[in-house]
């Protein structure tokens, strides 16, 4: 079993940056791949970005190129994403999520854990 916390959601600026962190706690937690997804309101959950166990390969959504980046740091447990130049549109719930298996997959379905997810607000 694997539990997922999130945190670091708030109200910020567009053009700002925050970093959301998700720990992670059962037993070899960090073996698994791992991704940020959100959810807008009124609209399905979507992908963000994703890295596998090595922390070698990593996939983004196009939104999230250039602007979001998804890391962790396997001694803390912690899964971390950079999320730079903020917009309107970027504001939704940010689900952490973890899958036994190694490929970076897009959809929710592949995924078996999940967090409670964080509060993202962009605001003009």
């Known amino acids: 079993q694997v539990h997922l916390v999130e945190s670091g959601g708030d109200l910020v600026q567009a053009g700002g940056s925050l970093r959301l962190s998700c720990a992670a706690s059962?037993?070899?937690?960090?073996?698994?791949?791992m991704a940020w997804f959100r959810q807008i309101l009124g609209q399905e959950r979507e992908f963000v970005a994703a890295?596998?166990?090595?922390?070698?390969?990593?996939d983004y959504a196009k939104f999230a190129k250039d602007r979001f980046t998804i890391s962790k740091d396997d001694a803390k447990r912690t899964l971390y994403l950079r999320m730079n130049s903020l917009k309107l549109e970027d504001t939704a719930v940010y689900y952490c999520?973890?899958?036994?298996?190694?490929?970076?997959?897009?959809?929710?379905?592949?995924?078996?854990?999940w967090g409670q997810g964080t509060h993202v607000t962009v605001s003009s």
């Open positions: 999520a973890a899958r036994e298996g190694v490929a970076l997959t897009y959809s929710t379905k592949d995924y078996n854990y």
């Open positions: 059962g037993s070899t937690t960090m073996t698994y791949t």
């Open positions: 890295i596998d166990k090595n922390s070698i390969l990593t």
